[in-house]
């Protein structure tokens, strides 16, 4: 279930960079309404599959670390997954912020309205919206971050939490 | 004497302004001319921050009663300066072209005690067309001030608004719901 909901987490979370990146910049028109659409809809969804996560995380805790990690790399694992997982959770409500502010409604995959957080607000949408910014790029350097550590952890340590979170069909034979 | 005359005068007057004379001025507050339209279904308001309107209404003569309101449509406002730039283009209102909207009555009815139907013409980007239009009149016990509160739907479609790629009622609703709420003081 940890693993599931971390892949496609992952696979949604790149989608959300791809789209949010491109769809961004362009003129208001239709394509920009479809592909922020979409965004603001795939950026709720993850809202909802890191609450579980947590919620998840919170009934079936995640195996200790290693031993054998210094202090230090102990406190950076930690930080660096509660500020993965604080960014998960705050880039989706900076997203509809900006929306509200935006005097947009958020409507999901046009299916039904998310209830407005605030009404329309010129300053604020400037400042969500730049915060949101601001925060995308902080995520990608910690999922860079992240990603590393789990090479560093499999390739430097050889202590199997990169392969504890792979799915059974990634493994090597033996290691199954 | 003179000066008594003069009191006297300007009671008249005041008096024929609140009575007989039926016509009627905006106050700056409340006046709003709002609008919701959709996005992919969501609800997307706005206002038009500027409008004059004119109104004559309660005239012992129901042919006298008339409502004309003209809309400054470059004061577009829906929270976001890129839409508000979008509506004033040609795929929209196409302001440069077309700066004005105007509505002009032709008749009014009155339906039950305070409860008025007026018709008349709505013109959007030089497209006329015959609209009619329920409103409530709410005097002040005084008869010194009244509201005026309208609501109606327009097709966006009937006035060639939203062309180009915002034609698709998938993504723009082509019912947009209109709500008018303006204070009146008798004209002088």
Redesign the interface.
């Known amino acids: 279930m940890a693993q599931s909901l971390h892949w496609l987490i992952v696979l949604l979370v790149l989608c959300q960079f791809v789209v949010g990146i491109y769809g961004k910049d362009l003129?208001?028109?239709?394509?920009r309404?479809?592909l922020l659409?979409f965004h603001k809809s795939v950026g709720i969804t993850v809202f909802a599959l890191v609450i579980l996560r947590l919620l998840w995380r919170f009934y079936t805790p995640a195996p200790k670390l290693p031993p054998g990690m210094k202090p230090l790399e102990r406190f950076g694992a930690h930080f660096s997954h509660v500020a993965l997982y604080g960014l998960l959770l705050v880039l989706p409500l900076l997203g509809w912020l900006t929306s509200n502010?935006?005097?947009?409604?958020?409507?999901w995959f046009?299916l039904f309205?998310l209830p407005n957080l605030t009404g329309?607000?010129?300053d604020l949408?400037k400042l969500t919206r730049n915060l949101h910014d601001l925060g995308a790029w902080c995520l990608l350097a910690l999922v860079c971050l992240h990603v590393f550590a789990a090479f560093w952890h499999e390739f430097a340590r050889h202590d199997g939490v990169l392969r504890r979170m792979l799915p059974l069909w990634m493994l090597p034979q033996e290691g199954r | 004497m003179k000066s008594l005359s003069l009191i006297l005068c300007s009671a008249a007057l005041l008096w024929s302004a609140a009575g007989s004379a039926a016509c009627w001025k905006p106050q700056p507050s409340p006046k709003s001319l709002t609008f919701t339209a959709s996005q992919g279904g969501a609800p997307f308001p706005g206002e038009f921050k500027s409008y004059t309107a004119e109104l004559c209404l309660g005239d012992k003569d129901p042919a006298k009663d008339k409502l004309q309101v003209d809309v400054d449509l470059t004061s577009v406002d829906t929270g976001m300066d890129e839409m508000d730039a979008a509506l004033k283009n040609d795929d929209f209102f196409d302001t440069a072209k077309y700066p004005k909207g105007s509505f002009v009555s032709d008749s009014v009815k009155l339906v039950s005690p305070g409860h008025y139907l007026v018709a008349g013409k709505l013109t959007l980007k030089g497209i006329t067309k015959a609209i009619t239009v329920p409103f409530t009149w709410t005097l002040s016990k005084d008869g010194k001030q009244a509201r005026l509160d309208a609501k109606t739907t327009l097709q966006r479609r009937d006035y060639g608004i939203g062309k180009g790629q915002w034609d698709d009622p998938q993504y723009v609703g082509l019912g947009v719901d209109v709500v008018f709420a303006i204070a009146f003081v008798p004209a002088p």
């Open positions: 003129p208001v028109g239709i394509e309404l479809k659409t502010a935006s005097n947009l409604t958020v409507r046009y309205n329309p607000d010129r949408a």
